[in-house]
């Protein structure tokens, strides 16, 4: 018994037993392209918010080890740079808090000296700001869709009443 061959054709692509795999080869790049998208922003989240909460407590810092009489006496907080990029990449043990893809650049001192109907006028002002290169391993993956993103550069910065020691 044999079958034409038209037959045979209508029977082959009437059948659907491998259409699932199909539809899944079509939707697996989309799929990880939204897991890509995913775990890259929440990491950026998580290592801006750390910057964050390291450039405020170096501000905290340089409030309170810098003289509260600086305005008057002049002098500079320059030297606290070291100290204060040390607040900002590592914890209170001394372990860094980043991961190797991200790299604090650099942080910068300065003060101001605020006039105004403050208890204490000119009122010295404390100024932290970091700059971080944020570096994305799954990036790459956004690259097969045109769009790659390797790289974020931000600075941070927070201020702080400065009452010395």
Known sequence: MHRSPALSARRFTADEDGAILVEFG???PIMLLFLALTVEAGRMM???QSVIAGVRDAGRYMARVTP???CDSGGSVSALAPKLKDIVEKDIGGTVIFP???KVNSVTASYSCVTGTYRVSPA???RVSA???IHFPLGGILDLFGNAISTVTTDVADSSRIFGQ
């Open 100 to 102: 190797s893809k991200v």
């Open 131 to 133: 700059n971080v290169t």
């Open 26 to 28: 079509i939707v697996l």
């Open 46 to 48: 998580w290592s801006y």
């Open 68 to 70: 509260a009489d600086i």
């Open 124 to 126: 010295p002002v404390g």
